[in-house]
């Protein structure tokens, strides 16, 4: 098989095993896990983008996620209490009027658009502020940080507005489906299974073109592609609001298939678990971002049932050893064999394709203001 | 106006734990470009220090620990940047990452150690009471604090103009490779830069003590906000860092005094982007002509 052929094959492969292998082999609950991995997954897509093709180490994407997660919560939230009446939580805590923020959201239309546009522009508006300062890097890292840090805080503070640190849950009425039947469950699955689909052809497609070839270009060197006379500002600006729009789309896939949308999903912790997940995929390719969404969460569900404990040593040294030993995570070590494998059977010297070279560059003006 | 007074005290307790915490940082982040995300964790070391050492000196336990928990939670550092920091000097991202990890680490560790429910410090005896000032009770251990992070910032800077190794650590930040050059072993002043700025958050943990309970996550709840004091006080600028923690220290008392606790952290937040706009790389810049 030629390298061409490569990358098309292997996507037909996976697709095949989601849509096909998975719903026959999986029961229900299982396969309901495997749609809340994927909906990580897009997520983790989103930041492949801004951090490992734009080095844009985004510490707050459970930001966007929740702003998606919430404008589709509030929909459900709403649909459910029927025309007229207030979401069960904002009765407890003695709200009498729907607040105004909410009145939008009796429209599904308006909810779906908003938990793609309000996230993406949420990103603009802080790319555009920081980004044209030439404020990156670690500063722009921990400014994201501080983002998810005040967005919770916020949201466990106003309870009647948000429902506080329980957030939004208990949907009786998905779209005119029950979300505990295994039907729906089903549906689900495959729309989350589409859309990562989807949005990976999206940001394959934009990494191929000229943006994204800037994009790149941005992360290893920002000056020298000011002095060519782009705006590197835009480029991020741009990458950053697609990331958070993948983010946010998570968040409106994660509300039906798990239930509940809390703080407790988007703070700094979760959010800073994404990049984890990304780290060990691998950050420099999308598919391993994709890939660690998934595997990354898998493994949390499943040691963390058993030992609490063990898991966050096991998380905390897996990481500390894929970003010592292996910056490529695992896309970065599959490549490497199938490198090492060519060149055995061919017996040519190094591959004709180059190595993504680390963000090293880009990351070095950080250090001296 | 009496409303406004009465803030105060209030707002400079929360700016001298602020500054305390940060002050560490500007070490480690201003300094070497280093963003240790375990400082959080480092703090919590020094907690658990004044916690054990609780045992043997009763109520005392938080004047002794001062020393004992720099140098612990410095030793920690020195073993952190000895094992793994070293080697990622220019990649701050990469860094910020692994020091994650250690801190995830570090906290099931003490989880494991200490149990998951919080702990109490008992404050000494001599700290019980307060001062009334501006029609607003001022807790002596709050004062205790603010005068904690007057002598801290009053060392370190001392430390960086008036010693030798201060100095070389200065010239080692503002050019590296000239520093080199001049025949100072920048190794050995990154080791040890970063065992005193990890040593502070060892004070600034049992300053923490005579706040509240402490716990495996005491870390998590400062660092956020540290981190912010350093950005907008500039890298590696001590005077930065000091105003940048009274600044954002009486924003946020006062900021929780007109709207709520909630709010208050959101406007932290805008301010600090706000005050970006005008000086991107905060309040006082190191002038370098080198091109990134």
């Keep these: ?369 | 106006m009496e409303a406004l007074l009465s803030q105060l005290p209030i707002g400079l307790s929360i700016a001298a734990v602020l500054m305390l915490v940060a002050l560490g940082l500007t070490f480690t982040f201003g300094q070497m470009g280093v963003i240790n995300m375990a400082h959080g964790e480092f703090m919590m070391a020094g907690a658990y220090t004044a916690y054990v050492l609780q045992d043997w000196t009763g109520r005392e336990a938080v004047l002794a620990a001062l020393p004992v928990a720099f140098a612990v939670a410095g030793a920690m550092g020195l073993v952190l940047e000895r094992a793994a920091v070293r080697r990622f000097y220019g990649r701050p991202l990469d860094t910020l990452l692994l020091t994650w990890g250690v801190s995830l680490v570090l906290q099931q560790l003490a989880r494991d150690i200490f149990g998951a429910p919080n702990v109490q410090v008992r404050a000494p005896g001599w700290l019980d009471g307060g001062v009334r000032m501006f029609g607003s009770q001022l807790p002596y251990t709050r004062l205790f604090i603010i005068v904690l992070a007057a002598v801290s910032a009053l060392a370190i800077w001392a430390y960086q103009n008036r010693t030798r190794q201060g100095r070389r650590m200065r010239s080692v930040m503002q050019n590296r490779q000239l520093a080199a050059c001049s025949g100072i072993d920048t190794g050995r002043v990154d080791q040890l830069t970063f065992f005193i700025g990890s040593g502070l958050a060892g004070v600034a943990g049992v300053a923490l003590t005579l706040i509240g309970p402490i716990g495996p996550n005491l870390g998590t709840y400062y660092i956020v906000d540290a981190f912010l004091v350093v950005v907008a006080g500039g890298l590696g600028r001590l005077r930065g860092a000091v105003i940048a923690a009274l600044a954002l220290g009486l924003l946020d008392s006062y900021a929780e005094f007109w709207t709520d606790a909630s709010l208050a952290k959101v406007i932290g937040f805008a301010a600090i982007v706000v005050f970006l706009q005008a000086r991107p790389q905060g309040l006082f810049v190191l002038r370098s002509r080198a091109l990134t």
Excluded at chain 1, 249 to 257: S, W
Excluded at chain 1, 304 to 328: D, H, K, N, R, T
């Design chain 1, 1 to 369: 098989m030629t390298a061409r052929m490569r990358g098309p094959a292997l996507f037909t492969a996976v697709a095949l095993l989601v849509l096909v292998v998975a719903p026959a082999v999986l029961d229900p609950f299982r396969l309901g896990l495997l749609a809340k991995y994927l909906c990580f997954a897009i997520a983790a897509l989103g930041i492949g983008l801004a951090w490992g093709q734009g080095g844009m180490l985004t510490l707050g994407q459970g930001v966007f996620f929740g702003l998606g997660g919430y404008s589709m919560a509030m929909y459900l939230k709403l649909h459910d209490a029927g025309p007229g009446n207030l979401p069960d939580f904002m009765v407890w805590s003695g709200v009498e009027r729907l607040p105004l923020l909410w009145k939008p959201f009796t429209s599904p239309v308006f909810a779906i658009a908003a938990a793609v546009v309000v996230p993406a522009a949420a990103a603009a508006l802080l790319g555009l502020l920081v980004f044209r300062q030439r404020v990156r890097g670690a500063y722009f890292a921990i400014l994201s940080q501080a983002l998810a840090a005040a967005f919770t805080i916020w949201l466990v503070g106003q309870q009647g507005l948000t429902g506080g640190t329980n957030g939004l849950t208990h949907f009786y009425d998905v779209f005119g489906r029950d979300p505990e039947t295994d039907g729906a469950k089903r549906i689900f699955y495959f729309v989350v299974a589409v859309v990562l689909g989807a949005l990976y052809l999206l940001a394959r497609q934009l990494m191929k073109s000229r943006f994204g070839r800037l994009l790149v270009a941005v992360r290893d060197g920002e000056d020298r592609v000011r002095f060519l006379g782009y705006n590197p500002a835009t480029v991020k600006t741009v990458a950053f609001a697609v990331s958070a729009a993948m983010a946010g789309i998570a968040g409106a896939l994660y509300v039906p298939v798990v239930g509940i949308i809390s703080p407790s999903l988007l703070g700094v912790v979760p959010s800073i678990e994404l990049v984890v997940a990304v780290a060990i995929g691998g950050r420099f390719s999308l598919a391993g971002a994709a890939l660690g969404g998934v595997l990354l969460n898998w493994a949390h569900t499943t040691f963390s049932e058993q030992y609490p404990s063990g898991w966050v040593y096991l998380q905390g040294l897996m990481f500390i050893l894929v970003i010592m030993v292996a910056p490529g995570g695992v896309a970065g070590a599959a490549r490497w064999a199938a490198e090492a494998i060519g060149r055995r059977r061919t017996g040519r010297g190094p591959s004709s394709v180059p190595e993504p070279a680390g963000p090293t560059h880009g990351q070095k003006e950080v250090a001296a203001p």
